[in-house]
């Protein structure tokens, strides 16, 4: 940085009061930038540079990107931009594209739901060596209610290889497998506090499920963990004076599971618990709310912060990206989505639950052939209980093969993953109906990855409305192509966006005659 000697002259910026002026003005959001009064006191405009003569009614600092959600985020996690890119399960969100995070000093998940223990172990492998330099990475631990030891066995896997962060989702109750990853490697600083070897951040949609993650660790999951050697007493008596985990993430709108709550009324509320929480356990750090769900452009990304928003998590979006796992195929519907081409089916992790996720609409089947398959299932005890007419048209509409074969392709997937099953559904003629009518629910994100042709109507894409958003904002922009949908590119532009208009904001709650230009964002390629 410069230092300007007591005779150089110093360059006045004469100040702007013209539309097209205030906009470029506002735009500058590394430059201080001064609201003045032109002679008459009649026009409000804007000046950069050293305070100009006249009257200044005041002067707002640089703001950058990188201060949107404040510093603690970034700090706890060794990033330079509060922007995370959210796990999109099998495996969507790829190790390619947590690596492009992490190089760009950012957070990415890779999306090890609904993923074998052996795919994950693969992914886990090539992340650790190639980040092994790095802290900001991590990889998805979803809830999986029907597969609990599957559950266990990658929460294991993930402290076994030193993942230095997970993202919990999906979770009603917190289960062994998420307690054991908040409280492995507790241990006292040197100052007397607790570090935690594992960061958790926690996915939540509620106030009652946000509770169990802001709270310690239940006394009698860790003395369960103790008693099997999973942890340390001295790790479970730490965890029962830190919150489970340090960082929620409010998921509003998303894809995916969801609760479609808006975020502006559920983030508020999850902010009022965690300070009523706080008080309650007297938690000595403050923890970091985060914002997912909806967020598809930088207006969205500014209103998430307006909120209070610590961070930011992306997930729709970023299946447009060019590192994402998903088909040419699938990603060109998506291009073609509105806000209004979503819908919500049954998920296939949740099936028996009636849990439902939200998924694109436009240009695929998928969600009333789920939902006629979860009706078949309510209604009826068995597969032999179907009437033959509706056997018939599940066969014929949905399936596109008989039952009695995507049973023999179920049971032999079963009898590799968990041979348990099997023996269940064969006593069970219930869960023999649930488990082939999930393996249409499984196999269609599969064929949406694979971009299957034959199955192209039945492709499950996990979509919120914030991609239809995304879609009409790049319109006609380099962004609106393809090849440059980068997963850096999209946070860069979403992020520089909400700045500028953060700070057109600013400027508006101090009478500046803002026009509509200076409240948007064209993209542009960032470095």
Not at 85 to 101: F, L
Not at 268 to 283: G, K, S
Not at 382 to 397: G, N, Q, V, Y
Request: proline share 7%; glycine share 8%.
């Amino acid at each position: 940085m410069s230092v300007l000697a007591a005779s150089d002259p110093v360059v006045v910026s004469p100040p702007v009061f013209s539309a097209e002026g205030i906009a470029a003005h506002a735009r500058r959001i590394r430059d201080h930038v001064h609201i003045v009064t032109d002679p008459a006191g009649r026009d409000v405009g804007l000046a950069i540079g050293p305070p100009p003569p006249g009257t200044v009614l005041g002067t707002l600092p640089p703001l950058y990107p990188e201060w949107l959600g404040g510093r603690a985020f970034c700090e706890a996690h060794g990033v330079r931009f509060p922007y995370v890119a959210g796990e999109m399960a099998n495996g969507i969100a790829t190790t390619r594209m947590v690596t492009a995070m992490a190089r760009a000093e950012m957070l990415g998940f890779f999306g090890a739901g609904g993923l074998g223990h052996d795919e994950v172990e693969r992914a886990v492998r090539v992340l650790a060596a190639e980040l092994a330099d790095v802290p900001n990475w991590g990889v998805n631990l979803i809830h999986s209610p029907a597969e609990p030891a599957l559950e266990f066995r990658v929460a294991e896997l993930l402290l076994r290889y030193g993942v230095p962060r997970i993202s919990v989702s999906a979770f009603m109750e917190l289960t062994p497998a998420v307690v054991l990853c908040a409280a492995r490697g507790l241990r006292r600083g040197a100052d007397g506090g607790v570090l935690r070897r594992t960061h958790l951040l926690a996915k939540v949609s509620r106030p009652e499920v946000a509770e169990r993650f802001l709270s310690p660790a239940p006394p009698d999951l860790l003395r369960l963990l103790v008693d099997r050697g999973e942890l340390t007493q001295e790790e479970a008596d730490l965890a029962g004076r830190v919150p489970v985990a340090e960082d929620i993430t409010v998921e509003s709108d998303s894809g995916g599971h969801t609760d479609n709550r808006p975020l502006a009324a559920l983030l508020p509320r999850i902010v009022l618990l965690r300070d009523e929480l706080a008080r309650r356990f007297r938690h000595p750090r403050t923890v970091r709310i985060g914002a997912a769900g909806g967020l598809g452009t930088p207006d969205a990304v500014a209103a998430a912060f307006a909120l209070g928003a610590s961070y930011v998590v992306t997930g729709s979006v970023n299946q447009a990206a060019v590192e994402a796992g998903l088909s040419d195929e699938a990603k060109a519907m998506l291009s073609e989505a509105d806000i209004a081409d979503v819908t919500m089916a049954p998920a296939a992790d949740m099936f028996e639950l009636g849990v439902k996720l939200q998924v694109l609409a436009r240009g695929t089947m998928f969600a009333q052939r789920a939902a006629r398959l979860h009706a078949a299932y309510r209604e009826h005890d068995s597969l032999e209980e179907l009437a033959p007419a509706l056997r018939a048209t599940i066969e014929r509409d949905v399936l596109s093969a008989p039952i009695d074969d995507v049973w023999q392709r179920t049971r032999e997937f079963w009898r590799e993953r968990d041979p348990s099953e099997v023996a269940r559904a064969e006593s069970d003629p219930k869960h023999r109906m649930a488990l082939v009518f999930r393996w249409y629910l499984g196999n269609s994100s599969r064929w949406a990855i694979t971009g299957d042709p034959a199955r192209r109507t039945d492709y499950q894409i996990w979509c919120g409305p914030a991609m239809g958003a995304f879609n009409r904002w790049t319109a006609g922009t380099f962004l609106a192509e393809p090849a440059n949908r980068s997963v850096v590119q999209i946070a860069l532009n979403l992020l520089e966006g909400a700045a500028v208009l953060t700070r057109a904001h600013q400027l508006r709650t101090y009478g500046v005659p803002l026009p509509a230009s200076a409240l948007t964002y064209t993209p542009c390629r960032l470095a």
